[in-house]
């Protein structure tokens, strides 16, 4: 077994590692949803119009923090969920993903509708997960399963979160039925295939593996992600021609990129003699 294949074969994959991620930057299933109103404090001191938003569009991280905080001071029945998503949002900024989680798991618990709650229970999860606390993430996200009951998008959505969390928790074959929801509630979500594909070359299904990132590149040719995992299942498959034509097209497409660096490392593990092509 050559290096490069031994390299791959340990490798998780870009797209389903718990790598941290912006909150903000939720799968589109879920980042799209609309964002509930905020509920009056009493009837002598109406909340704000747009006070959610306005202390999401704090540039500093710190003042967001700041005016959150006032806010849940302030903030009565159901206005403490809104003050303490913007809280939530603020700390994830700040990479203080655990109190990221715990703001987000508070905010849950002042909402009063079953879809307020799973969209804030994502949040949670996705939190946890950047903190590297997977088990208490999957916890926050069947939660917010079970509150997004017949949505079919946000089911979608957390299934892909499930997947991330049930793979940091090595529990794969679990991991496969949760995107085997996701293909099933979002067929055309290119993330949904591509982790389906990544999991999928990580059990040695190679043909499960290119079927599925087949699929990927057709929703979304353009990815560089998507680019370097149709390599990695190439070269294990042995058609290196393949692999090395995929990672050449992610350099080409964005020469500058971490993408990039690793796709020519792969190609200079597959080609030592032959240097990749920079792409500009």
């Not at 923090?65 to 949002?89: H, Q, Y």
């Not at 109190?99 to 799973?118: L, S, V």
């Amino acid at each position: 077994m050559s290096l490069l294949i031994a390299l791959l074969l340990a490798q998780v994959g870009p797209a389903v590692t718990s790598n941290p991620q912006p909150v903000s930057a939720l799968p589109p299933e879920l980042r799209d949803r609309p964002k509930p109103r905020a509920a009056a404090k009493d009837a002598a001191a109406p909340a704000e119009p747009g006070e959610l938003e306005a202390c999401l569009g704090l540039e500093n991280p710190v003042d967001a923090v700041d005016a959150a905080n006032d806010w849940l001071t302030r903030a009565k029945g159901t206005e403490r969920a809104t003050a303490g998503e913007c809280l939530g949002v603020a700390l994830s900024r700040l990479e203080r993903w655990d109190e990221a989680a715990q703001a987000f798991a508070a905010a849950r618990g002042a909402a009063d509708t079953a879809p307020w709650r799973a969209r804030l229970g994502a949040m949670t999860g996705e939190a946890a997960l950047n903190a590297g606390d997977a088990q208490a993430a999957l916890d926050a996200l069947d939660k917010a399963k079970a509150d997004a009951g017949g949505d079919t998008v946000m089911q979608g959505g957390l299934a892909l979160f499930r997947a991330r969390a049930l793979v940091a928790l090595k529990r794969d074959a679990a991991a496969a039925e949760a995107l085997a929801d996701a293909r099933r509630l979002a067929p055309d979500s290119a993330q949904a295939w591509l982790l389906s594909a990544t999991l999928s070359r990580r059990q040695g299904k190679l043909a499960e593996a290119q079927q599925q990132i087949e699929r990927a590149f057709d929703l979304r040719p353009v990815d560089l992600q998507i680019g370097l995992e149709a390599g990695v299942i190439a070269v294990l498959s042995g058609r290196d021609d393949a692999a090395r034509k995929s990672w050449q097209s992610v350099i080409a497409a964005a020469p500058d990129s971490a993408e990039a660096t690793v796709a020519r490392g792969y190609i200079a593990q597959l080609d030592p003699a032959a240097p990749a092509e920079t792409g500009r």
